[in-house]
């Protein structure tokens, strides 16, 4: 069955590094765009990164400059190198797995499978 497992959330002090993995399996993962989203309590959820290969990356202007997404193909994984990060950044993240043709990579309705989401807290 396919699984997409989050792992690296923790509590870090405002202008800290933070790296999140998802592992995923049960699908191609190669012929997928892995994104990464995330919620905050009472908010909706909203799209951060997505790596299209191991080259080709599109981020939100909330955190482009200070985020990172990459991908390991060989590894069946996706990062997220956080940097500078905010206490706006506080919320749980997802990843996500998206068929390459099937519309706009910020849009969460086009993805077809979700992990369970890592907890990133932002301290002041």
């Known amino acids: 069955q396919v699984q997409l497992v989050e792992s690296g959330g923790g509590l870090v002090q405002a202008g800290g590094p933070l790296r999140l993995s998802c592992a995923a399996s049960?699908?191609?993962?190669?012929?997928?765009?892995m994104g990464w989203f995330r919620q905050a309590p009472g908010k909706e959820r909203e799209f951060v990164a997505a790596?299209?290969?191991?080259?080709?990356?599109d981020y939100a202007d909330s955190v482009k400059g200070r985020f990172t997404a990459s991908r390991d193909n060989a590894k069946n994984t996706v990062y997220l190198q956080m940097n500078s990060l905010k206490p706006e950044d506080t919320a749980i993240y997802y990843c996500?797995?998206?068929?390459?043709?099937?519309?706009?990579?910020?849009?969460?309705?086009?993805?077809?499978?979700w992990g369970q989401g890592t907890q990133v807290t932002v301290s002041s």
């Open positions: 790596a299209w290969n191991e080259i080709i990356t």
């Open positions: 049960g699908f191609t993962f190669s012929t997928y765009v």
């Open positions: 996500a797995a998206k068929r390459r043709v099937l519309g706009m990579v910020n849009k969460r309705s086009n993805y077809d499978y």
